[in-house]
């Protein structure tokens, strides 16, 4: 173990969503796009954290609770604002009860529904609709990873990416958030 180089315990961790799936060669996983209800997505978070689990993994950067969009068709949730909070709540309890913390991202919202933030800078007008399935899962979450959209509106980036903002992050802890701040790759556009 690390316990005789560090005092602090790492994570491991990766991005299985089931959109992104790193394991492909020996796991099929559904899709966020494909779960339709609490009860789907309490178990696919279960079943990939004991997959995380036996691989040496601690964290999962998942679920995406921006809701589904057209880059990259069922990444996300396919329902209401209200559908996504509830599934992405569910989808984290399964994973954290086989011990796997759970990152949902990428707050505030509105970075995958158009264009794919790799490779152009997103600007978004944030809507109350947009941060409630962020402010519901954070209940649950142990972390949350902060995506790149130019925010205006209801969180307010002040020209810069919500990753290098600080009111973007000020206003996770606002919101009662006390747990683990990531951000998302630092080499997009």
Known sequence: GFEHVSRVKPFFSTDLEGYWNPFKEFYNSSILGEIHDKEEAFALGGEHGV????????M?????AEGDGSVWPGRGWNGSR???AEWSSAYLRGLQA??????VKHYPGGSIDSLDPHKEVVRREILGEDVFPFLIALKEAKGVMVGHV????????????????????DSIREAGF???????EVNMD
């Open 150 to 169: 130019v925010a205006r509106g209801e969180i307010d980036s002040g020209e810069k990416p919500c990753s290098v903002s600080e009111a973007c992050v």
């Open 178 to 184: 006390q747990g683990l701040i990531v951000t998302d």
């Open 98 to 103: 086989e011990g796997i913390v759970g990152v």
């Open 82 to 84: 209200f559908e996504i």
């Open 60 to 64: 999962n950067f998942a679920p995406v």
């Open 51 to 58: 997959l995380l689990k036996e691989l040496g993994f601690t």
